[in-house]
């Protein structure tokens, strides 16, 4: 068996669409975005020049308060309703206040009625699973899985690169106008699943130690492919099969490949294109390796 390392996953043929994509390795710096519930940082995403058709969205979510009670639509529907790409997301938590939680799907099944009755009358939180969560903890959360983040929590958001959303609920805020967001009652009650999910918040895969450092499959799905590195000394990788998304956790050290060179620390995102026979990284750190799935988004 040949050696697996970033951006060579077996059976993993990349994303086949026009190579508009930034051509060299680059750092990509974030772009913050606020909200009346805390902050994303954008470190992937079509606002980067280049990256426009990239068909990953990555952000960092820092959630003072919680996010509204929402669910995506998958392919067939956003491209039919919106013209749009649909949203299957992940969640890895980077960190999260002691007693923290997240809505993750639901408790049970239920009728579409009983979904469009709990939105109206602001119920739908009583059939949510509410998810203590913890730093580490992975979330997969396929198009038609109702969810929300909790407060207190941040984390790193790997997802196909779209903006549909439908909110059921939105703890009655208002903005500085007095105004509520919009409620997407027929939308979300086409597109959700009234069944809890079937995955679990923990990485689809085991740590696998190899030498000079470790990696775990968090998910594998058809849009995208994230692993979690912890390099204790180096890692070889390339980019043969698709392009690479890093975003470096925690921890310093040193890319080298495609003839560049940049000093690694946390909260950096790198930007590495397909066609790459290898890349070195030294040091002592934990990122998030994040690559296009099999399937055209
Ligand atoms: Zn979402």
Redesign the pocket.
Known sequence: MTEVTAGSLPGEPAVLRPESLPGEPAVLQPIRKEYIWGTEDWMLSWLHEGLEACPLLIKIIRAREA?SV???PDNAFAREAEHKSG?T?MWYVLDCEPGAYLYYGLKHRITEEEFRKRIRNQSILEICRRVPVKKGDVFY?PAGVL???GAGITVA?I?QSSDV?YRVYDYNRENARHERRELHIDKAALVTGFMPPLAGHHPMGPRVQKNGYSRTLLVQCSYFVVQLYEIEENLEGNTRESFLSLLILEGEGTFAGGGKRFRLCAGMSLWLPRGMDSFQIEGHIRMLASAPGMTET
């Open positions: 996010l929402q669910v995506h949203k997301e959360i969810h929300a983040i958001e997802q959303t």
